[in-house]
């Protein structure tokens, strides 16, 4: 595995640019849940020493993202089915709330950012860029929850981002899925936009019961 062209080109921290390009390839699914992780030949293909992986390794691990077993190699965190359906239960109370609120507090300067990111996920999908498309995607999502008002709502869910931004790359596998979200996506924004709190909440809603029938579905449930 060469890892190295993904290595970020301007960052003043070692540890960070591998601890970036180590995240990119566990959230676009390069290394998969449970795959070992061996700090000498990550290294070898970043064409760094072993101590700014292993300082990564920890960064990882804090975000849920790489277990650290002592004496062992670290791995690739797992991700079960109660990971999965916990944070969807998280989601589909919480985003609901939050666009629910978004459409009261968004500026139009917010309500044009998020039709960039539908044009842009359009252009996406165009281009069969299915991880340029999921990085929109989660974009969408951070401008709706910066934009709640509720600086408390959006902590809790930035808690948990990297491990929703994890499973929404989970949860879109093909072209026909990728469609069927931007759909659901298109219908948010325009509840957001015509200032409709109750559609914003059911287009959010059946979004995120969308998002778990596909990930119920690779779990085989």
Known sequence: ???????????????????????????????????????????????VSRTPVREAFKLLAMDGLVKLVPNREAEVADISIMDVKEIIQIRSRLETLAARLCTDNATADDIDR??????????????????????????????????????RLEAILKSLGEQISRLTYLSVG????????????????????????????????????????HLYRRFGL
């Not at 948010?188 to 809603?205: C, G, L, N, T």
């Open 1 to 47: 595995m060469n890892l190295k062209n993904d290595m970020p080109q301007r960052k003043p921290n070692l540890s960070a640019q591998v601890y970036q390009t180590i995240k990119k390839a566990i959230m676009d699914n390069t290394l998969k849940p449970g795959e070992p992780l061996l700090e000498r030949q990550l290294a070898e293909s970043l064409g």
């Open 114 to 151: 998020v039709e960039e990111r539908i044009a842009a996920m359009e252009g996406c999908l165009d281009r069969s860029d299915y991880l340029g498309y999921l990085e929109n995607d989660l974009g969408m999502h951070s401008i709706i929850l910066s934009c709640c008002g509720n600086l």
């Open 174 to 213: 093909d072209a026909d899925q990728a469609r069927e979200s931007l759909g659901h996506h298109r219908r948010i924004f325009r509840a957001i936009s015509s200032k409709d709190p109750d559609a914003a909440e059911a287009a959010m809603a059946e979004h995120i019961e969308n998002i778990r029938e």
